[in-house]
């Protein structure tokens, strides 16, 4: 049976950079796929998602011109290159994907949770002031 790794997560200063990585073991990531993001004492948050359905990608307006997501069919992985890095992404970021293959648009992903039905296990970000 599959799973998903997430790795990639650390701490960095203000301004600086992280590259997080959605892995699939076991299985191929065909379909959309999901960052999320969960800061203490706050609800889960969407973060971007991308979808290789209809090619669309989805970035809250949080992250938008700091976080790239991208797709490495090659490794089999999900990036989230993250810049100019905040003290408010202080965060557990997790990816996620459906459980059965169908078309997901990348912002109903997002804001709707359609598809995000199984999760990897988190990184922790933490961005110092």
């Known amino acids: 049976q599959g799973h998903l790794v997430v790795s990639g997560g650390g701490l960095v200063q203000t301004g600086g950079s992280l590259r997080l990585s959605c892995a699939a073991s076991?299985?191929?990531?065909?379909?959309?796929v999901g960052w999320f993001r969960q800061a203490p004492g706050k609800e889960r948050e969407a973060v971007s998602c991308?979808?290789?359905?209809?090619?669309?990608?989805y970035y809250s307006d949080s992250v938008k011109g700091r976080f790239t997501i991208s797709r490495d069919n090659a490794k089999n992985t999900v990036n989230l290159q993250m810049n100019s890095l905040k003290p408010e992404d202080t965060a557990v970021y997790y990816c996620a994907i459906p459980t059965a293959p169908r078309t997901i648009n990348a912002q109903d992903m997002c804001v709707r949770r359609v598809g995000a039905d199984y999760w990897g296990q988190g990184t922790q970000v933490t961005v110092s002031s």
């Open positions: 076991g299985f191929t990531l065909e379909d959309a």
């Open positions: 991308i979808s290789s359905s209809d090619g669309s990608i």
